[in-house]
């Protein structure tokens, strides 16, 4: 093989660890005790482990994504809020995304769920799911409802119930949860209906979350790779700043968010568990 036919294969073999497709084409964690290492926006999950697909008061969606796995805080946390929507009659919850199998930057526009700490819950907590588990066909199709009337900018009441308000309660409320992102419609409407505001703290408006809510566990401890956030606020939240998103979404166009940022650098460590057996 001349030098030119070898420079070509290690061009061809080189991976950058950025590349979200290289990411998202790893099938299995890899076999390492459980760590987080950097951001939601930028990091990755050692050790991961798998939510399965269907338990106690929950069901995984689009399956074939491969986004159902999470450090084990996190997969842990799914399963108790499921059982805790069953013991409380709310309903059985659809799961969206958690983590790639070992996170890292997804190949779509979704630019969190990297480390292993995020998972996405749908609002709709469809009767059918209590009855059964959802089939291949409708876990790849069944479309998650807006609670929001964009028109309006009020929520749907044919689909936002006591039932969704308890489910974000019980979330908010969960003490590993760092926070959780709801579209500010949402937020505005527990700030005017809600007697005890103080659970409030940690559900913060944001862009979009019309259909899903996102759920940022923190960092678990001992774990010194992983990335907090910036802390939230004091307050409910309930305040200027939801003015400002309420305004900002009106004006929008679509509601559409600013542009992203350019991809971020993963921490070096993750190098390694991308490559890892
Ligand atoms: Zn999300």
């Known amino acids: 093989m001349g030098v030119i036919a070898l420079l070509a294969l290690f061009a061809t073999l080189w991976v950058p ?39 106690v008061g929950y069901q995984v969606m689009r399956l074939s994504r491969h986004r159902n796995y999470g450090h084990p805080s996190l997969i842990h946390f799914v399963r108790t809020l499921g059982e805790a929507l069953v013991t409380n009659h709310t309903g059985v919850m659809l799961v969206g995304d958690l983590s790639q199998p070992r996170g890292g930057p997804t190949a779509s526009l979704h630019r969190s769920h990297q480390n292993g700490l995020d998972v996405d819950l749908w609002y709709w907590l469809p009767d059918v ?8 066909d409708e876990v790849e199709t069944l479309a998650a409802p807006s609670m929001v009337n964009r028109a309006s900018q ?13 489910l974000v309660r019980l979330v908010a409320t969960s003490p590993e949860v760092d926070r959780i992102f ?3 419609v949402i937020k505005k409407t527990l700030c005017e209906q809600e ?3 103080g659970w409030l703290h940690t559900v913060r408006p944001w862009w979009g979350h ?16 992983c ?5 939230i606020p004091t307050g409910d939240g309930c305040d200027s700043e939801l003015d400002w998103w309420l305004q900002a979404i009106a004006t929008a166009p679509k509601a559409a968010p600013p542009p992203p940022p350019p ?4 921490p070096a460590a993750c190098e390694s568990v991308l490559h890892a057996h």
């Open 227 to 231: 990335v907090s956030q910036k802390p």
């Open 182 to 184: 709801v579209n500010p």
């Open 154 to 166: 009020s929520l749907d009441l044919t689909h936002w119930t006591s039932a969704q308000v308890e």
């Open 129 to 136: 799911a209590r009855e059964r588990h959802l089939d291949d």
């Open 210 to 225: 019309d259909d899903h809510l996102h759920v940022r566990l923190h960092c678990p401890p001992g774990n010194e790779a």
């Open 195 to 197: 007697s005890d505001r």
């Open 263 to 266: 991809a971020p650098v993963l």
């Open 17 to 55: 660890a950025a590349a979200a497709n290289s990411w998202s084409h790893v099938t299995t964690p890899n076999h390492a005790p459980p760590e987080v290492i950097g951001s939601p926006a930028a990091g990755c999950v050692s050790g991961a482990v798998i939510l399965p697909p269907t338990g």
